[in-house]
Antibody
Framework: EVQVLESGGDLVQPGGSLRLSCAASGFTFSSYAMSWVRQAPGKGLEWVSTMSGTGGSTYYADSVKGRFTISRDNSENTLYLQVNSLRAEDTAVYYCAKTQVGKGGLDYWGQGTLVTVSS | EIVMTQSPATLSVSPGERATLSCRAS??????LAWYQQKPGQAPRLLIYGASTRATGIPPRFSGSASGTEFTLTISSLQSEDFALYYCQQYNNWPMYTFGQGTKLEIK
């Protein structure tokens, strides 16, 4: 059974940093790209970042480029998102999701971890 | 950026009836379109990919279709558990996914 579990969300002051983690199981982790998608309170879904299965390619939304860094440890089946220089508008539930085989949609999602940026 | 526009924002339908949700892409995305269902406090769940292929475990009352840049999700006979938020997503410009703003399907 595929499982994806995020952690690391917290209340942080503007300008602060966090590292989000996503532990995956039930599939060959290194064979799949993984993504982060966020959802601000009461709002829609926004793609944040994607990393290829090997870790050789990374992609970012313009809204987070230069502030967020995606990484993965395929030996630990874990995806990370380092979030720096946080702003109020980064407040959201951050979901980790597995990409379908090839370059498809997102077929398995975690339950999300809440990041709140406030003084 | 490919913009996805969903309509209507809210759809009120009675249980047992058919619901039709629409999604339009700002440019051609071939069949690289997915639909997701999200219930309050839960993560999105993949329903349809490739515009018309049901994901694993999705009941046959859910179907997707496409015509050019217009995409439709149809739920043939609404069950109580189907009342939720629905999002379309393009992955033609992978992985720069873009989502529609969502359609809330509510009980009439």
């Amino acid at each position: 059974e595929v499982q994806v579990l995020e952690s690391g969300g917290d209340l942080v002051q503007p300008g602060g940093s966090l590292r989000l983690s996503c532990a995956a199981s039930g599939f060959t982790f290194s064979s799949y790209a993984m993504s982060w998608v966020r959802q601000a309170p009461g709002k829609g879904l926004e793609w944040v970042s994607t990393m290829s299965g090997t870790g050789g390619s990374t992609y970012y939304a313009d809204s987070v480029k230069g502030r967020f860094t995606i990484s993965r440890d395929n030996s630990e089946n874990t995806l990370y998102l380092q979030v720096n220089s946080l702003r109020a508008e980064d407040t959201a539930v951050y979901y980790c999701a597995k990409t379908q085989v090839g370059k498809g949609g997102l077929d398995y999602w975690g339950q999300g971890t809440l990041v709140t940026v406030s003084s | 950026e490919i913009v996805m526009t969903q309509s209507p924002a809210t759809l009120s339908v009675s249980p047992g009836e058919r619901a039709t949700l629409s999604c339009r892409a700002s440019q051609s995305i071939s069949s690289n379109l997915a639909w997701y269902q999200q219930k309050p406090g839960q993560a999105p769940r993949l329903l349809i990919y490739g515009a018309s292929t049901r994901a694993t475990g999705i009941p046959p009352r859910f179907s997707g279709s496409a015509s050019g840049t217009e995409f439709t999700l149809t739920i043939s006979s609404l069950q109580s558990e189907d009342f939720a938020l629905y999002y379309c997503q393009q992955y033609n410009n992978w992985p720069m996914y873009t989502f529609g703003q969502g359609t809330k399907l509510e009980i009439k």
